[in-house]
C-alpha cells in the first residue's frame, strides 16, 4: 500500500528590521465626511455672501476696529457694524478690501456649486468650468477697477470695494505698459472668450470676399451655398455645446467605492485560502465611444454635405455620427440604487477545513488511495480540495468514490472532477456550512466589468476563488438556462439584463422580453421607450401571449434578414464592421442604411412555450440560433424543465453556451450541460456554466426585486425615445397580421404620396418609401399597412416585394378620391 506522504511546510522566520508604519486613508472614502464637508462649503457660502453685502453698507465704519489687537473678541464684536459680527468683518475686510474687491462676490457661488454637488451628488454647473470662470473673473474685474481707480485723479468714495490686490496689479501693469495696460485687459478678456465659449469664427466675417476668397467663388452645381456653410458652422458649435454638456452630466460617475484587495494565504498543508475581494472603485465610465481628437462628435448632420473641396476633402468636414445624441442626457444607472448589504465576513474556519481535509484523507486511505499533497481554495459557496494522488492510483477510482466522500463529510452536494482542466489534480467540491451571499453590488460595481471593453458584457457572479466572473454574450452568442423551480434562475435573468443596462446606451442596445408566466419580467415595462423592442401597435412590450410570441420570432427572422441584406450591401461581414462605418460615414442613410443596436431576445419559460406551440416556436428560434449572430440578435432562453421534448436537438445544437442551476435529475443535468453536476449543486444561485469543453462553478449574484424597481424607474424617468424600437410585421399563413387593423380616416400625410410613388414604380417596397420620402423604417411599414388596407397593394409575401394592385395613375386618382 502505497504511504500518505503529504507534510507540512516550516514557517518562515519573520524578517527583522525597519518597517514603515502604514497608513489607513479608508476615512476619505466615507460618506459621512463627505456629507459634512459638503454642507460645510454651503453654510460657508450663505456667510461669506451676507457677510459681502453687509460690508456694502458697514465696511467703512468696521475698518478701523479690523487688527485691532489689544481689544478683546467680545468687545469687538459688539461695536462691529457687520451683520455676522466680528468674524463677518474679518471675512470681508480680506476677501473684498485687502485682495479682490467686488468681485469677491464670485467665491460664495463657487462653493455653493461644490458644497451642492459633494452633498446631493448632482451637478448644477460643471464645477471644473465655473472654477476657471471665477479665478479668471476675480483676478481680470479687481485688476480693471483697480486701474480706472489709480488712472481716476478724483477720490471716489466707493474706492474700498477695489481690492488691494488688483489696485497693485494696476500699478504693476501700468509701470510697464502704461495706457497699454487697457489694451492688455481687452486682450486677456477677449482670449479668454475664445477659449471659455470656443469661438472658432465671428458672425458675419466669413462672407467678406478678402477675407475667405474661396466664398466669392460663384456657387458651383453640387457645391454648398453660404448661407448652408453658415448653417453647417451654427450646427457644429450647437454639437460642440451639446458634447461638452454631456461630459459634464456623466460626471457624476460612480463614487464612495473602496479600492482594497487580499492576497490569499496558504495554510500550513498547502491549504489556500482565497478571501473575498472588495469592490475596487471604478473611474467614470462613458458608454460611448471613445474617439481621437479629429473625430469629435456631432449632432446629425446630413450625410452629404455639398462644399467647394474636392470629394476627398468632404471626408475631412464630416465628422463621426454619434447615435448617442439622439439621447444625449441620458444617464447611466448610479451605484446608490444598488442595496448596500452590511459585510457579514462569511469565512470557513480553520477547524472546518482541517476536519473535511483529515476525512478526505481518510476516506482515501481506507480504500487504499494515496496522496501525495491537498490544498483548499475557498469559495462563496463551496471549497475546492485539490489533491495529487499517488503514481499509479485510476483517477476513476476516485470518481467512483463520490457517495463515500458525501457521507463521511455528511455533505449535500460532493462534487468531484476529475481532473481538473489544465492541471494535473483531482478537485472534490465541498459545500461551506456557512455560505456568503454575493450582493449584485459587489460584482457589478468592479473594474474588471465597469472597465470592460466587451460588446455585451454581463456579469454573472464569483467563481470558486471569489473572482467576479465577466463574460461577453456576443461571443456565446446564444445562452440556454436551465434550473428547478425556486433555484435561482430568475435572478440569474435579472442579473444578466440589469449587467446589460448597467453598461449600454439606449442606442447601442434592444431587449425583446418573452415571459409566458407574465409576472417575473413585468418590472421592465418603465424602460419601454428606452431598450424595450416590440410590435407594431402592439400594446404591451412584454410578450406574454403565445400567439404574439410567434409573430415576434418571425419578426426577429424578417429583421435578420433585413439586417444581412444591409450587410451585403455594405461589405461587412458582422454588426460591429458595419456599425463601425456607418459611424465614419462611410454608409448612405438615403440608400437605407442605419445604425443597428444590439437586440436581445430574452424567454424566460421555454417549455411552455413548447407544449402549447411546438414546431412554431421551435423554428424560428433555431432559425435564429444558427443565423442572427453575425448581425446582433443574440438570445437568452431559460427552462424549468430541460427535457429532451423542451431542449430538441435542432434548439440544442446552436447553443453553445449552457448555465444550469441546479436540476432535479442527472438526466436533466446531460441534458442541459451534455455531462453531470447540475444535480449535485446546493441551489440558491450555485450553478454551472459550461462554455465549450470546460465547465465553471459560480455563485449567482443576487438582485432583488426593489433593486431592479429602483433602477428601471431611474432609466424610465428620463427622457426617451417617442415609441419603443420597432420590430418588422409580419403576417401569418392564415393572412391574419402582427399588426391591429388599420384604420383609413387616420391616414399618414403622406399616404397620398406614397401610393402616388408605389403606382409610379410599379414595386410595393418599405424601402422604396423610404428611400424616396426620406422616412424611417417604421413610419414607411405604417404607410404600407395603410397602403394594403386601401388596396393598392397586396399582402405580404416574406422577402418578395408586395404586388402593386393600382396598375396606373388615373386609377389611383379615382381611388384616393373616393376614401
Known amino acids: 500500500m502505497s504511504k500518505n506522504t503529504y507534510k507540512s511546510k516550516p514557517k518562515e522566520k519573520e524578517k527583522s528590521g525597519f518597517k514603515l508604519p502604514s497608513v489607513n486613508v479608508s476615512f476619505l472614502h466615507d460618506r459621512r465626511l463627505h456629507l459634512s ?83 446631493f451628488q448632482k451637478e448644477i454647473l460643471s464645477i471644473q468650468r465655473s472654477f476657471v470662470f471665477v479665478a479668471f473673473f476675480l483676478v481680470w474685474i479687481s485688476m480693471f477697477l483697480g486701474y480706472i481707480m489709480f488712472s481716476s485723479d478724483q477720490v471716489n468714495s466707493w474706492g474700498f470695494l477695489v481690492g488691494g490686490a488688483g489696485y497693485e496689479l494696476a500699478l504693476f501693469f501700468d509701470s510697464l505698459f502704461g495706457w497699454g495696460t487697457v489694451m492688455v485687459l481687452i486682450l486677456s478678456l477677449l482670449v479668454f472668450i475664445i477659449y471659455f465659449f470656443n469661438v472658432t469664427s465671428l458672425m458675419g466675417l466669413e462672407n467678406i470676399s478678402f477675407l475667405n476668397p474661396e466664398k466669392s467663388k460663384p456657387a458651383e452645381e453640387g457645391n454648398q451655398s453660404e448661407e448652408e456653410l453658415s448653417e453647417s458652422a451654427k450646427l457644429a458649435a450647437v454639437v460642440e455645446a451639446i458634447k461638452e454638456e454631456v461630459e459634464q452630466e456623466e460626471q457624476g460617475g460612480f463614487e464612495g467605492l473602496e479600492d482594497e484587495d487580499e492576497e490569499p494565504s496558504v495554510e500550513e498543508w498547502e491549504v489556500k485560502e482565497v478571501k473575498p475581494k472588495k469592490v475596487e472603485k471604478p473611474e467614470l465610465v462613458l458608454d460611448v465611444e471613445i474617439k481621437d481628437s479629429e473625430e469629435e462628435e456631432e449632432d446629425e448632420l446630413p450625410f452629404e454635405v455639398a462644399d467647394t473641396s474636392s470629394k476627398e476633402e468632404r471626408t475631412d468636414v464630416l465628422e463621426n455620427y454619434d447615435p448617442t445624441l439622439d439621447l444625449a442626457s441620458y444617464k447611466y444607472p448610479t451605484v446608490d440604487l444598488l442595496t ?107 473594474d474588471k466589468f465597469m472597465k470592460s471593453n466587451m460588446e455585451l458584457p454581463i456579469v454573472l457572479g464569483k467563481t470558486i476563488s471569489n473572482e467576479v466572473f465577466v463574460t461577453d454574450l456576443a461571443k456565446m452568442p446564444h445562452l440556454l438556462m436551465a434550473g428547478a423551480t425556486g433555484q435561482g434562475k430568475s435572478v440569474g435573468l435579472n442579473i444578466l439584463l440589469t449587467s446589460l443596462i448597467y453598461k449600454k446606451h439606449p442606442s447601442q442596445l434592444k431587449l425583446v422580453l418573452v415571459d409566458p408566466k407574465k409576472v417575473e419580467l413585468t418590472l421592465f415595462n418603465k424602460i419601454e421607450r428606452h431598450f424595450l423592442a416590440k410590435l407594431p401597435d402592439s400594446e404591451e412590450a412584454i410578450i406574454t401571449d403565445t400567439k404574439k410570441v410567434i409573430y415576434t420570432l418571425n419578426s426577429l427572422c424578417i429583421e435578420m434578414d433585413n439586417r444581412y441584406d444591409l450587410l451585403k450591401d455594405a461589405g461587412c461581414r458582422n454588426l460591429k464592421e458595419y456599425n463601425k462605418k456607418f459611424v465614419q460615414r462611410k454608409l448612405n442613410p438615403n440608400s437605407g442604411h442605419k445604425f443597428l443596436p444590439y437586440i436581445v431576445l430574452v424567454i424566460d419559460e421555454l417549455a411552455d412555450l413548447m407544449m402549447t406551440a411546438g414546431k412554431e416556436i421551435e423554428t424560428p428560434i433555431a432559425r435564429l440560433a444558427q443565423l442572427a449572430r453575425a448581425i446582433g440578435i443574440h438570445l437568452v432562453v431559460a427552462t424549468q424543465r430541460p427535457s429532451v421534448n423542451v431542449i430538441t436537438g435542432i434548439i440544442k445544437a446552436n447553443f453553445p453556451a449552457r448555465l444550469s442551476f441546479r436540476v432535479t435529475s442527472k438526466i436533466d443535468s446531460r441534458t442541459i450541460l451534455d455531462a453531470g453536476g447540475a444535480d449535485q449543486l446546493v441551489g440558491m444561485g450555485d450553478m454551472l456554466l459550461s462554455m ?91 404607410l404600407i399597412d395603410q397602403l394594403e388596407a386601401a388596396g ?28
Open 692 to 782: 465549450g469543453s470546460e465547465i465553471i462553478r459560480l455563485q449567482c449574484g443576487f438582485v432583488d426585486t426593489p433593486e431592479v424597481e429602483r433602477i428601471c424607474e431611474f432609466v424610465g424617468s428620463q427622457r426617451g425615445y417617442e415609441t419603443a424600437y420597432m420590430l418588422p410585421e409580419f403576417v401569418g399563413e392564415d393572412g391574419e397580421s402582427s399588426v391591429g387593423d388599420i384604420d383609413l380616416a387616420d391616414r399618414d400625410v403622406l399616404f397620398d404620396d406614397a401610393a402616388r410613388l408605389i403606382v409610379l414604380h410599379q414595386q410595393g417596397s418599405t424601402s422604396l418609401i423610404q428611400r424616396k420620402l426620406k422616412l424611417g423604417y417604421n413610419r414607411a411599414g405604417r
Open 37 to 119: 464637508l459638503g454642507f460645510l462649503l454651503l453654510v460657508s457660502s450663505l456667510f461669506l455672501l451676507t457677510a459681502f453685502i453687509s460690508y456694502l453698507f458697514t465696511g467703512q465704519s468696521d475698518q478701523s476696529l479690523i487688527g485691532v489687537a489689544d481689544e478683546g473678541v467680545v468687545t469687538i464684536g459688539q461695536e462691529t457694524d457687520n451683520w455676522l459680527g466680528s468674524m463677518g468683518a474679518i471675512a470681508s475686510h480680506y476677501f473684498m478690501f485687502k485682495y479682490f474687491g467686488i468681485a469677491s462676490y464670485l467665491i460664495p457661488p463657487l462653493l455653493f456649486l461644490v458644497g451642492f454637488k459633494i452633498v
Open 340 to 446: 448596500d448589504y452590511p459585510e457579514k465576513n462569511v469565512q470557513v474556519s480553520k477547524e472546518e477545513l482541517e476536519q473535511n481535509k483529515d476525512k478526505i484523507v481518510e476516506t482515501l486511505i481506507n480504500f487504499k488511495i494515496g496522496i501525495s499533497s491537498i490544498k483548499a481554495t475557498i469559495g462563496p459557496t463551496v471549497t475546492l480540495y485539490e489533491i495529487v494522488p499517488d503514481a499509479g492510483v485510476k483517477i476513476s477510482k476516485i470518481k467512483n468514490l463520490e457517495d463515500d466522500i458525501a457521507l463521511s463529510l455528511a455533505a449535500l452536494g460532493i462534487r468531484i472532477i476529475a481532473p481538473i482542466p489544465g492541471k494535473g489534480t483531482i478537485g472534490i467540491e465541498v459545500p461551506n456550512k456557512n455560505r456568503e451571499m454575493v450582493d449584485v453590488k459587489s460584482v457589478l460595481m468592479t
Open 792 to 819: 393598392i397593394v397586396g399582402a405580404f409575401e416574406g422577402s418578395k416585394a408586395r404586388e402593386v394592385l393600382v396598375k396606373d395613375e388615373y386609377s389611383l386618382e379615382q381611388l384616393l378620391n373616393s376614401l
